[in-house]
């Protein structure tokens, strides 16, 4: 089965400062994507990025950024120039062959003023 | 468009009532789930449609039931709910033949069972 893991509970930083959060997944699939959702204290799920795993270029939207390593099965989200807007959880999401999405746990980042 | 809706916002029942949890989507979207989040953790699928008519056990069906008679709606549905079915819902749409995996959510309803 399919497992997402999120190492890191929670983290904080500067304003201005940048931070990467790290994800790591297990699945024997060779096709497949991966997401970065942010959920704000609001509680609504928003889409921060995505990767096709067949595509080897790290996509990229304004400042975030993924680092996607697919032999490692590492898909870490970098996040720079850090505001306070993207004080939030973080979660990564795993999508199988059946569109079924798995999530990790979550990372709580604090931006700190 | 408003999106994907869902209410009630916030609900408390006590064991053994059944309750439905509303969610509406105006975007023509064929694919909708219905996901649960329990504190400090990820959601988990409960279930899924890929269009009317058709539906889907995810992770964690124990409990629920689910409906999908038109594109726009997918109830779900408590049958005498228990302490452990205490979570935030999520339901969420999908139009696959767009941009895959690109789930738009709505803005969730805490239950509590008490």
């Known amino acids: 089965a399919q497992t997402v893991t999120q190492s890191q509970p929670e983290m904080s930083v500067q304003e201005a400062e940048t931070v990467t959060l790290s994800c790591t997944y297990d699945t024997s699939e060779n096709n497949y994507y991966l997401f970065w959702y942010k959920q704000p204290p609001s509680r609504q799920m928003i889409l921060v990025i995505r990767?096709?795993?067949?595509k080897q270029q790290n996509a990229t939207e304004n400042r975030f950024s993924v680092n996607f390593q697919k032999a490692a099965k590492s898909f870490s989200l970098k996040i720079s120039d850090s505001q306070l807007g993207d004080t939030a959880m973080y979660f990564c999401?795993?999508?199988?062959?059946?569109?079924?999405?798995?999530w990790g746990a979550g990372t709580k980042l604090i931006i700190k003023p | 468009n408003a999106g994907v809706t869902q209410t009630p916002k916030f609900r408390i029942l006590k064991i053994g009532q059944s309750m439905t949890l509303q969610c509406t989507q105006d975007m023509n979207h064929n694919y909708m789930y219905w996901y649960r989040q329990d504190p400090g953790m990820g959601l988990k699928l409960i279930y899924y449609s890929v269009g009317a008519g058709i539906t889907d056990k995810g992770e964690v069906p124990n409990g629920y039931n689910v409906s999908r008679s038109t594109t726009e709606d997918f109830p779900l549905r408590l049958e005498l709910a228990a302490p452990s079915q205490t979570s935030v819902y999520f339901c969420a749409s999908s139009y696959q033949g767009g941009r895959v995996g690109e789930q738009y959510f709505g803005p969730g309803t805490r239950l509590t069972v008490t």
């Open positions: 990767q096709e795993a067949y």
């Open positions: 999401a795993f999508m199988d062959s059946n569109y079924q999405l798995i």
